[in-house]
């Protein structure tokens, strides 16, 4: 039986010449458009074992149009990482258009949002979340979409959800409900929207609690928007709403969302432009 070397020599291509390519003064073949070989010599010791004394190489054109073929590749496989991401990680699409790049400028805790996201490392590692809290439409979800689509753009997983879907889940699965809740807390980030808000029945509020207990113990960060402010969150009314508030004011650092009524502004604005069109 032959060594399988013996056969290296036929397993080697010759470089492919071109028309315009032309052989150097060191006799290797060149490219007639970069001038750069477009082969290269085997070490000394290599020769005898590989049969020939040459093999073919990239020239400065070649190299770039592959690096620029990959790039597109790697391109296309970060977007459809991304959508599959954000596909998962949404309970509503309008979410995907949530985003730093959207922002009207005029909320004054975007670059609180913005800190989180390039601190992002530091807050995964030392479990720190935000409590978005504040009166209604003053962009606290829309802070927290933010940075949900800056760290799935990073392809880092996110779910931003809120306890009425996670309450429908919970009844629609009920021999699955503790594989449900782990795969929330297997997310690196939770984001959990509207919180406070989902019914007070004791069925529910023990599921707010499974989820956030839950949560609490895997010891990744957690993102809550609510409307309720911080003095109801430190004088809950009961033992149960107390339980659920203690884990979540100890999870997430309290950030209040001041500015102003951006929904009422919006309803005002949409009144002006029917006056307009009425008078016209």
Known sequence: MKPAFEDM???IPAA????????????????GKCRTPKEAYFPADKVALFGRDRHPAECDCQRAQRMEREAAEQQRKHRDKVEELKRLGFTDPAMREWTFANDNGRNPQMKTARFYVEHWEDMKAGNIGYLLW???GTGKSY???????????????????NFAAVLNDLAATFEGRNEYISKLCRYPLLILDDFGMERGTEYGLEQVYNVIDSRYRSEKPL????NLSLDELNNPPDTAHKRIYDRVTEMCTPVC??????????????????KKLMND
Request: proline share 2%; aromatic share 4%; charged share 25%.
């Open 134 to 136: 504040g009166s209604v």
């Open 9 to 11: 020599s036929l397993q």
């Open 223 to 226: 993102i809550v928007t609510t």
């Open 16 to 31: 492919t010449a071109e028309p315009e390519d032309y052989t150097g003064e060191d006799g290797l073949l060149y490219c």
């Open 143 to 161: 802070l927290a979409g933010c940075i949900a689509n800056a760290l799935m753009e990073q392809e880092i997983s996110v779910k931003m959800t």
């Open 257 to 274: 969302c001041s500015g102003v009524n951006f929904r009422r502004e919006k309803a005002q604005e949409k009144m002006e432009r029917l």
